[in-house]
């Protein structure tokens, strides 16, 4: 990991070095406990969860947890550099730097597969935001906002490559993780978090209400992990599926579990993951978290009496 920090950080006294870093380190230890409750969290249609691989070939439970573990110290270095800082070319062009890195020690762990390449950038702009924020009131609206804002900035040393992402934006027009970046989280400021809040409001259990906040993401995505392995086949098969275990009453209901399952296997028959709504799941335990000034993000209880989807 990179540890040359720009002269202003270097200037820091020790005493706010230790405080900084500890802030830190505690949002890096929060992201990487959001993306283990998604992984960890089942049922989840298409995707890996306490049951298996889902649709992938190359990931499993214990690869994604492994996963998150191994990127928590970029996060870390994200929030470090970004306190006291303002959105910015610079701030973009360093956290890039570092998200780059991250990358590479994570496919180096997972042996090349990309467990977590959309969520390093996803969570990476948002930690940078909360620490540029870490002395305010941690509103998500607000974090949101100042990721949007740093996301604008060009990142000019980035690898001129074409990504999955760039082939899909060509051929569909979805606009991906940087499109929900330049839109400032859409579906999590105003759709992730209303819903968790809303079940968790009326009684649900957590596992229900996260089950419920990833269904009601995927309906309304236009998610590039679908598009790009299944076309819009499998893009309108997982938000008309998502769209039907909601008007059941959601995945908590006998008939909306029975629905979830039905989604579940379509996908795998289709052989697609719905990744980009699970990265923007754990985006939002993350902000959850941070919002509630929480010191960690409760763990999954989906247990083994969960795994067909009831509580």
């Known amino acids: 990991m990179r540890t040359d920090f ?3 950080t270097a200037l820091k006294t020790s005493w706010a070095l230790s405080r900084d870093q500890a802030q830190a380190a505690r949002l890096a230890r929060l ?3 959001a993306l283990i409750a998604e992984a960890q969290l089942t049922p989840k ?3 890996v969860d306490r049951r298996g691989a889902g649709a992938h070939t190359d990931l499993s439970l214990s690869i994604m947890e492994r996963s998150a573990f191994t990127i928590e110290p970029y996060f870390r270095e994200m929030a470090f550099i970004s306190e006291g800082a303002h959105p910015s070319q610079a701030l973009r062009e360093e956290l890039a730097l570092v998200g780059r890195d991250a990358e590479r020690v994570m496919l180096k762990a997972t042996n090349g597969s990309n467990s977590h390449k959309g969520a390093i950038w996803i969570l990476g702009l948002l930690i940078s935001a909360a620490a540029v924020h870490v002395e305010d009131e941690p509103k998500a609206s607000r974090i949101a906002a100042t990721a949007k804002k740093t996301a604008s900035f060009e990142d000019r040393a980035a690898p001129r490559l074409v990504s999955h992402g ?3 934006a060509k051929r569909y027009g979805a606009e991906g993780a ?9 579906h999590v400021v105003y759709r992730g978090l209303p819903v968790l809040r809303a079940k968790r409001a009326g009684g649900a259990t957590e596992h229900v209400a996260r089950l419920d906040t990833l269904l009601s993401i995927m309906s309304r995505l236009d998610d590039t992990c679908l598009l790009y392995r299944g ?3 499998a893009l309108v098969a997982a938000k008309e599926g998502a769209i039907a275990v909601e008007r059941s009453g959601g995945s908590g209901t006998a008939i909306g579990r029975q629905q979830l399952l039905r989604l579940d296997h379509y996908l795998l028959d289709l052989g697609v ?10 985006a939002t335990l993350f902000l959850d978290a941070v919002e509630r000034r929480q010191e960690e993000v409760q763990a999954d209880q989906s247990g083994s009496e969960n795994q067909d989807g009831t509580d």
């Open 6 to 8: 720009s002269s202003s």
């Open 31 to 33: 992201a990487r406990e």
């Open 273 to 282: 993951s719905p990744g980009g709504s699970g990265d923007l799941l754990a």
């Open 178 to 186: 940087r499109g929900e970046a330049l839109g400032g989280f859409p």
């Open 45 to 47: 249609p298409g995707l």
């Open 166 to 168: 760039d082939l899909v």
């Open 231 to 233: 076309g819009k086949t």
